[in-house]
């Protein structure tokens, strides 16, 4: 009974803290605002602190092609009682022809009212090269400094043959007649 009352004290702190969190924010979020053609970009729509629906993604009119999309991804965390969430929409664009695009701005109805990010700009330069370029995650790995490659210590292909014997060189005698 006791565990009960706890828990449900604990939720209704946590309604509370949700609903007096700051004022909701809606961004649109690129990667790069020039890429070489044949190359990704990747856009990210951000609504933080409040619970969106309906979703309009901006009309691209031809100018892009959709690699992947939408990732959706939400967190939540609460620090020193402050709580804060958010969910990203992601997005993975390649453009279609060089020249300078506009990506118009897209929409989330919040609590009955429409959010709005601004529009981005992105130019697309010719790529004569061929240049292949990852769009950055924005991620910090946390095991990058923990990577390594194990193969040479438990991978070789030479396992199955046996090694030839190293000879030494034969120390020559010094040899005096009497």
Known sequence: M???????AVLVCSIFSVQGQQNA???????????LMDN???LSFVLENAEGSEFDFPELDGNFEIISGPNTMSSMSMINGKVSQSITYTFYLKPREVGKYVIPAASVKVKGK???TSPLQVK???NPDGIKIEPDSGEADPFGDFKMDLRPRFF??????PEKPVE??????K???L
Request: net charge positive; no cysteine; proline share 7%.
């Open 168 to 173: 030494e060189p034969k120390k020559k005698r």
């Open 156 to 161: 070789n292909p030479d396992w199955g043959t």
């Open 124 to 126: 697309v330069h010719p």
């Open 2 to 8: 006791r565990n009960l009352i706890l828990l449900i």
């Open 25 to 35: 924010t809606f961004e649109a979020l690129i990667s790069t605002d020039s890429i």
């Open 175 to 177: 040899t005096v007649k």
């Open 114 to 116: 429409v959010m709005e």
């Open 40 to 42: 990704v970009v990747k």
